[in-house]
């Protein structure tokens, strides 16, 4: 049993470590989608000769700026899809490392009984609570990925016909990652990760 807690412990560091580069893949996320919503909260103005001033009498102006900017938040938006494919493969990696902890309870060398995989000493976990908490994180993170891909995918809509309005709620349901909560992230960490784990 003890060669079974050692082996859990380094599955826990490195969901850790997958979670740590969440959260920094989700602020560049957040800073390519301010850069995007900043072009096309631009495009509107920029189709308005009046808007050019005294820039207007040079010779197409007008199309040059608006070709530079879609062109800049072509690129923009291909960088927003890279940084999706990395969280995707956060995604992948928790669910990899929850269907390996499964398949090392169930089908390893050295097979638990339900009796030891719910047995607890003192307030450290069971090794049936480990395996809940890395369901529930992969859950928690494969739906804020989901979420995510369909707020950039709202994006690309909205550079037709732009919103302030709505390209503020876009980034707010961006930056809010509403389907992790905190909180409970925290509660399945401290039961989890502890050092003194199982």
Same mark, same amino acid.
């Given at each position: 049993?003890? +060669?079974?807690? *050692?082996? &859990?412990?380094?599955?826990? $560091? #490195?969901? $850790?470590?997958?979670?740590?580069?969440?959260?920094?893949?989700? +602020?560049?996320?957040?800073?390519?989608? #301010?850069?995007?919503?900043?072009?096309?909260?631009?495009?509107?103005?920029?189709?308005?000769?009046?808007? &050019?001033?005294?820039?207007?009498?040079?010779?197409?102006?007008?199309?040059?700026?608006?070709?530079? !900017? %879609?062109?800049?938040?072509?690129?923009? %938006?291909?960088? %927003?899809?890279?940084?999706?494919?990395?969280?995707?493969?956060?995604?992948?990696?928790?669910?990899?490392?929850?269907?390996? +902890? $499964?398949?090392?309870?169930?089908?390893?060398?050295? !097979?638990?009984?339900?009796?030891?995989?719910?047995?607890?000493?003192?307030?450290?976990?069971?090794?049936?609570?480990?395996?809940?908490?890395?369901?529930?994180?992969?859950?928690? &993170?494969?739906?804020? &990925?989901?979420? $995510?891909?369909?707020?950039?995918?709202?994006?690309?809509?909205?550079?037709?016909?732009?919103?302030? *309005?709505?390209?503020?709620?876009?980034? !707010?349901?961006?930056?809010?990652?509403?389907?992790?909560? *905190?909180?409970?992230?925290?509660?399945?960490?401290?039961?989890?990760? +502890?050092?003194?784990?199982?």
């Amino acid at each position: 049993m003890e +060669a079974m807690v *050692k082996k &859990y412990q380094l599955k826990f $560091k #490195r969901v $850790k470590e997958e979670m740590d580069r969440w959260d920094d893949i989700q +602020a560049r996320l957040i800073s390519q989608f #301010r850069n995007a919503s900043s072009i096309i909260g631009r495009l509107q103005l920029l189709e308005e000769p009046k808007n &050019y001033g005294s820039l207007k009498n040079v010779d197409n102006i007008k199309d040059g700026i608006l070709t530079k !900017q %879609m062109e800049s938040l072509q690129t923009i %938006m291909l960088s %927003m899809n890279r940084t999706l494919e990395e969280l995707s493969s956060v995604v992948f990696s928790l669910s990899k490392t929850h269907r390996d +902890a $499964k398949q090392q309870v169930k089908g390893g060398s050295i !097979q638990a009984s339900v009796k030891q995989l719910t047995n607890r000493i003192g307030i450290k976990p069971s090794l049936a609570d480990c395996l809940e908490g890395l369901r529930l994180l992969h859950e928690m &993170y494969q739906s804020e &990925y989901l979420l $995510k891909s369909s707020v950039i995918s709202a994006l690309s809509t909205l550079a037709l016909k732009p919103s302030v *309005k709505d390209l503020n709620d876009l980034e !707010q349901l961006l930056v809010d990652q509403p389907n992790i909560r *905190k909180e409970e992230v925290q509660t399945i960490y401290d039961i989890i990760f +502890a050092e003194e784990i199982c």
